[in-house]
T-cell receptor
Framework: AQTVTQSQPEMSVQEAETVTLSCTYDTSESDYYLFWYKQPPSRQMILVIRQEAYKQQNATENRFSVNFQKAAKSFSLKISDSQLGDAAMYFCAYRRRSGNTPLVFGKGTRLSVIA | ETGVTQSPTHLIKTRGQQVTLRCSSQSGHNTVSWYQQALGQGPQFIFQYYREEENGRGNFPPRFSGLQFPNYSSELNVNALELDDSALYLC?????????????FGPGTRLTVL
């Protein structure tokens, strides 16, 4: 069974600074997706960034980028120029690529942004 | 294009009762997945419905059941509620087209069992 581990229950960052959230996963599959989701107090799960395992290039979405290390099964999220609106729970998630398979989530990291 | 909606927003029930939660999928989507998110945890997969049939189930007992309707909206039913069923219930809709189907989440229903 696939598992996703987020070892940082809480992180904080100063506004305008950079923060990195860690995630490791375990799978025997070779073709899969990895995701970072943001869940603000409104509870709506919002997709931040997606990485396809067969792509070596790290995904980037504006201030958000990932460091995908397939051999190490590591998938960290870097948030640059942190903003107050980035404060939320962040979940790392895994999904097999074939078919519409369910997401496997980590336990989350609560990010606080300090003004 | 309407997003995923869920009702009700909050619900309080007592142990032993039954509850029905509802989810309207995003326009054009044919698949709904349900997740349970306990306090301080990540979401856990309950089951998925595709074209009105259950299409995968997580490690949840049979008292968790569901339906999907011809318009692809869905219900999650939980019988004989237990205290541990208190959680945020999320539904996610997607278009099953083969590979890489992104799931779009609703705002969730917060269930409290007393």
């Amino acid at each position: 069974a696939q598992t996703v581990t987020q070892s940082q229950p809480e992180m904080s960052v100063q506004e305008a600074e950079t923060v990195t959230l860690s995630c490791t996963y375990d799978t025997s599959e070779s073709d899969y997706y990895l995701f970072w989701y943001k869940q603000p107090p409104s509870r709506q799960m919002i997709l931040v960034i997606r990485q396809e395992a067969y792509k070596q290039q790290n995904a980037t979405e504006n201030r958000f980028s990932v460091n995908f290390q397939k051999a190490a099964k590591s998938f960290s999220l870097k948030i640059s120029d942190s903003q107050l609106g980035d404060a939320a729970m962040y979940f790392c998630a895994y999904r097999r690529r074939s078919g519409n398979t369910p997401l496997v989530f980590g336990k989350g990291t609560r990010l606080s942004v300090i003004a | 294009e309407t997003g995923v909606t869920q009702s009700p927003t909050h619900l309080i029930k007592t142990r032993g009762q039954q509850v029905t939660l509802r989810c309207s999928s995003q326009s054009g989507h044919n698949t709904v997945s349900w997740y349970q998110q306990a306090l301080g945890q990540g979401p856990q997969f309950i089951f998925q419905y595709y074209r009105e049939e259950e299409n995968g189930r997580g490690n949840f007992p049979p008292r968790f059941s569901g339906l999907q309707f011809p318009n692809y909206s869905s219900e999650l039913n939980v019988n004989a509620l237990e205290l541990d069923d208190s959680a945020l219930y999320l539904c996610a809709s997607s278009l099953t087209s083969g590979i890489g189907d992104e799931q779009f989440f609703g705002p969730g229903t917060r269930l409290t069992v007393l």
